[in-house]
């Protein structure tokens, strides 16, 4: 069953409508709308509050040699967990660090315990000025407090399926060279600093990584190419499968690597419209990323992890 994503508990129970899970997230606010919290400690886009997880999970990861996919499923775990609970209300230092340990455990390359604690705490050493805040303590209990949290907020559902699968299925039916594949696994990398994994399939996120690597080139450059590409993708997309000349009349590209991909897209059942909303999220994304600061994110977590008594 858990080799199989349609019986899943992740397409069952973890995927959502980006409305769905818009009021999710608008309710967990409401619950501390009686305190103000919501008000007095604002949070960044959620966009840059993800690419500050990222960012400091892949650090804390180098420092343990943890496998790529254990840091994704970290994050993946991160998200779902943040669906169930409101922000404000934990230490995410904390949880970054129980999401890569139990991660790991799920991935099976187990840290031990004291060694997450440990190198977190050089990784994460805290503020002492205006005021001390540790963010996280030396007491390896709070991390197995803290993974019981999540695996009760996760219902025990902590088997995740990645994209990666997908795109190596893939490859050489679509003739994609290394570099191709490279490009389309740093895209499925960097996917899971947005919402996608909440809302789409695996096999979707895979395909759209394909499309951009092979076709858009998510380079600074070509972010407004990409975006009016992938719209005119969109426009295509009821003619799709009757179009065995697309490629070239769309894309504009006499690769045969790109005539595969339309090939495959014309011929296959793949939700092409699905295909056109992950493009553009994570063009999104990369449009977004020129406003983050990783002191902005820090300080204000800090602000609130403190007001809240939680570097105890």
């Given at each position: 069953?858990?080799?199989?994503?349609?019986?899943?508990?992740?397409?069952?129970?973890?995927?959502?409508?980006?409305?769905?899970?818009?009021?999710?997230?608008?309710?967990?606010?409401?619950?501390?709308?009686?305190?103000?919290?919501?008000?007095?400690?604002?949070?960044?886009?959620?966009?840059?509050?993800?690419?500050?997880?990222?960012?400091?999970?892949?650090?804390?990861?180098?420092?343990?040699?943890?496998?790529?996919?254990?840091?994704?499923?970290?994050?993946?775990?991160?998200?779902?967990?943040?669906s169930k609970v409101e922000i404000r209300r934990t230490n995410p230092y904390i949880v970054m660090a129980t999401a890569l340990y139990l991660a790991?455990?799920?991935?099976?390359?187990?840290?031990?315990?004291?060694?997450?604690?440990?190198?977190?705490?050089?990784?994460?050493?805290?503020?002492?000025?205006?005021?001390?805040?540790?963010?996280?303590?030396?007491?390896?209990?709070?991390?197995?407090?803290?993974?019981?949290?999540?695996?009760?907020?996760?219902?025990?559902?902590?088997?995740?399926?990645?994209?990666?699968?997908?795109?190596?299925?893939?490859?050489?039916?679509?003739?994609?060279?290394?570099?191709?594949?490279?490009?389309?696994?740093?895209?499925?990398?960097?996917?899971?600093?947005?919402?996608?994994?909440?809302?789409?399939?695996?096999?979707?996120?895979?395909?759209?990584?394909?499309?951009?690597?092979?076709?858009?080139?998510?380079?600074?450059?070509?972010?407004?190419?990409?975006?009016?590409?992938?719209?005119?993708?969109?426009?295509?997309?009821?003619?799709?499968?009757?179009?065995?000349?697309?490629?070239?009349?769309?894309?504009?590209?006499?690769?045969?690597?790109?005539?595969?991909?339309?090939?495959?897209?014309?011929?296959?059942?793949?939700?092409?419209?699905?295909?056109?909303?992950?493009?553009?999220?994570?063009?999104?994304?990369?449009?977004?990323?020129?406003?983050?600061?990783?002191?902005?994110?820090?300080?204000?977590?800090?602000?609130?992890?403190?007001?809240?008594?939680?570097?105890?």
């Amino acid at each position: 069953m858990a080799a199989n994503y349609w019986v899943s508990t992740q397409r069952r129970h973890w995927q959502f409508s980006r409305e769905t899970l818009a009021d999710i997230r608008r309710k967990l606010e409401d619950e501390d709308q009686n305190q103000n919290f919501v008000e007095q400690y604002p949070l960044p886009d959620r966009r840059l509050l993800s690419i500050f997880f990222n960012q400091q999970l892949c650090k804390l990861g180098k420092r343990m040699t943890v496998r790529q996919q254990a840091l994704a499923t970290a994050q993946i775990y991160i998200r779902r967990f943040y669906s169930k609970v409101e922000i404000r209300r934990t230490n995410p230092y904390i949880v970054m660090a129980t999401a890569l340990y139990l991660a790991c455990k799920m991935e099976e390359c187990p840290q031990h315990i004291r060694v997450v604690t440990s190198e977190a705490r050089n990784m994460w050493p805290g503020l002492q000025s205006p005021s001390s805040i540790n963010f996280i303590v030396s007491d390896v209990s709070k991390l197995g407090e803290c993974e019981f949290y999540l695996i009760s907020e996760m219902n025990s559902q902590l088997i995740i399926h990645h994209p990666y699968r997908s795109l190596l299925e893939l490859q050489t039916s679509l003739s994609m060279a290394q570099d191709d594949v490279s490009l389309a696994w740093s895209i499925i990398n960097d996917h899971y600093q947005t919402d996608l994994p909440l809302l789409f399939p695996p096999h979707i996120i895979a395909v759209t990584a394909i499309f951009l690597a092979l076709v858009l080139k998510p380079t600074q450059a070509g972010l407004q190419a990409a975006a009016s590409t992938a719209a005119a993708l969109a426009g295509a997309s009821p003619a799709i499968r009757d179009a065995s000349g697309i490629g070239s009349a769309l894309l504009n590209s006499p690769q045969g690597k790109v005539q595969n991909l339309v090939k495959w897209l014309a011929e296959g059942e793949t939700d092409i419209n699905e295909i056109v909303d992950c493009s553009q999220e994570i063009i999104s994304l990369y449009e977004v990323w020129e406003q983050y600061g990783e002191k902005t994110c820090k300080d204000q977590i800090a602000r609130f992890v403190k007001a809240r008594g939680l570097d105890k």
